[in-house]
């Protein structure tokens, strides 16, 4: 698999700015999960009917590698175990795919290609590095759902439905309340309240979208009552090393990073060089997933040290059903060895297509699907996402609760390839905490 090179810096601020504004609320707060009621279940037996025509839009293309791919091979996978068994009341479920190649331009043909001539009833899991086609997809009322928040679109505009829910008014006009979004501080108070931190560093690039998001996370740090210790490295020679011995000299605990994976991979063998003991060295759901190994081959110390939080269910806990289901399904329908966080949030985004399409019986209609996504009941897809749910709220949260899903990488004793081993359940790792205004 190839990795993204230093155009997924921003990618990755955007992702994860993005990412903090989702709906998510603590399993207490509802009763009764949708697995119970089916989980995108459909009748046994191969389907056999009019087909529902799904698309799926992904930069599979672009400046960042292949790094986008992991949505659409989870969607794909989903929907090929759904038709196994019957599909959506028996009628197969036929995606469509679309590669934009990481261009507003691309995104705009595959819009075109997708909505109107291929007219699919609906887009799920939607990656792309610049969706700029979204105000048609708004336009033609087209549900999209499970899409992942790389931009600000699912913070905009209506019948768009991001993986992570949405509180924003999203009337089509400026992002979130009046062009800002909100992000909580929940993986800052985990790491205070869990372990003990309490100094952080951040590091980025002389690059403008890394710098962006290292304010932001340097705010979010001082806003849980970090000492914070700001490091700067030029984007074309970046000087690692005096930034790891720094660190040490500082007794920095976390390290948050606005950097891309090969400036990472050169950060962790620069902290390991200068001896440096951290608590977490926290990376984000992008970097989620089985190429530690080969990304941090240089820096053994560093790669244990890893950290990843999200919004999902480690892909590795397969001792859960939902995870296992994922699992064993990417494994018969998916010709990819890499398994991913999103992956399994692609996976996640075709079930809540699937069990909304199911909740309509045979009136099958965009207008039905988009009831259910608009429901006040959160969704967990069977448990894989944190509760997720799309409110209209007129003005924006001062604080939530939230939940915060934590993985941390694990070295095989044995010698094997290790994995993410899981801190803690995802339900119970919570926070009331402040919701702090940046700019997409």
Known sequence: MRRPGGAALAVAALVLLTAACG?????????????????????????????????????????VGDAFSGPQDGARAYFEALNARGG??????????????????????????????????????????????????????????GGQPIGAAY????????????????????????????????VYRYFKREHGARTAAVVSYNQAASASYARSVTSGLEAEGYDVVTEQVDFSLPNFDAVAADLRDRGVDLVFDAVDTGGNAKLCRALDEAGVEL???????????????????????????????????????????AVKAFRDGMDRYADTGTRSQWQLEGWAAAMWFADAATSCGE??????????????????????????????????????PTCVSAARWQDDADGGAGGWVSQGEMTDNCFTVPQLPYRP
């Open 155 to 186: 913070e905009t505009y209506p019948h768009l439905y991001g993986i992570y829910g949405s509180r924003a008014p999203r009337t089509g006009g400026k992002p979130g309340w009046d062009g800002d979004l909100y992000g909580g501080t929940e």
């Open 279 to 321: 608590t977490a060295k926290v990376t984000n759901v992008q970097n989620w997933n089985s190429g530690v190994p080969e990304d941090y081959a240089d820096a053994e110390r560093c790669r244990n040290s890893l950290w990843v939080t999200g919004s999902s269910r480690n892909y590795e806990d397969t001792g859960d059903p």
């Open 23 to 63: 709906s998510r609320v603590p399993e207490s707060e509802f009763t009764e999960r949708p697995a119970e009621r089916g989980g995108g279940a459909a009748p046994s037996g191969e389907a056999r009917g009019e087909p529902v025509t799904v698309g799926v839009i992904a930069s599979e293309t672009s400046p």
């Open 88 to 145: 959506v009341g028996g009628r197969p479920v036929e995606v469509v795919t679309c590669d934009d190649g990481g261009s507003g331009l691309g995104n705009s043909d595959c819009v075109r290609e997708l909505v109107l001539k291929k007219k699919v009833f609906a887009l799920v899991a939607t990656t792309s590095l610049n969706y700029a086609g979204a105000p048609q997809v708004s336009d033609a009322g087209v549900p999209d759902i």
């Open 363 to 400: 009136d099958l209609t965009r207008a039905c699907v988009e009831d259910f996504m608009n429901r006040a009941e959160p969704y967990d897809a069977g448990g894989l996402l944190l509760p997720a749910r799309f409110e209209q709220v007129p003005e924006p949260p001062q604080t939530r």
